[in-house]
């Protein structure tokens, strides 16, 4: 999954792919790199984030969607909290709803995603973009991320949404504390995987690998650890992974792939 992020103030790429041109010419880039799905956002949930008007993130993401469509057949997915914004994308030609707050930011979105048909990734996120990571707090992250997203994913299902169709994220930066959280988090997929949903990973250029590596400081400095948490992800048997940097992700994840066939031949 690429991240196409139509937004002035993303923690990564921000105002980098922000004009119409530039954002379908990242996109284009990302297709031919290799990716199998876009996630496109038309707001920033870095922490301390201030939230954008719906109809502004609309302006945003649909004729992005709108254009992309027209020239390629590849899944798209709309990074969004709200209704309004996940019903115009899929409009436009989206397929995928990935919401940070796991269908929980509007009183209308579980019925929503029921009745829209479409693929949901439920994002473990504790409090909001603008509080969570006041003093993240847990007993054990792996357990409870698990847990919060199992109780989502049985609401989704009673809301009407097929089983077949939700996907889990297990939210790493997202209200956890850099590495106290982060890394227990990581380690412990295994047990979001054993929930029997796919699971998407989110782990790239995330600020836990400066905490690591302070010469990853600045999140284009961050490949490599981005690339590890990806391994470690594939390991763990997630479904897919959510990276900025698609053609390096699809290489790493391709030589993993051939060395661990060779093993089993």
Known sequence: MGVVNVTPDSFSDGGRHFTPADALAHARR???EGADILDIGGESTRPGAAPVEA?????????LIVAIRAESAVAISIDTMKPAVARAAMAAGAHIWN?????GYDSESLSLAADLGCEVVLMHMQGNPRTMQQDPQYDDVAVEVAAMLADRAEAAMAAGVARERIWLDPGVGFGKH???HNLPLLAGLDRLVALGFPVLLGASRKRFIAAIDPA??????RLGGSIATALVGAAAGVAAVRVHDVAETVQALAVWQAIADARLD
Not at 55 to 61: D, L, P, Q, T, Y
Not at 216 to 221: V, W
């Open 55 to 63: 109809a502004e993130e609309i302006g945003r993401v649909v004729p």
């Open 99 to 103: 919401d940070v707050s796991a269908l």
């Open 216 to 221: 990853g400081a600045s999140p284009d400095k």
């Open 178 to 180: 850099t590495t106290r």
């Open 30 to 32: 990302l297709i031919a």
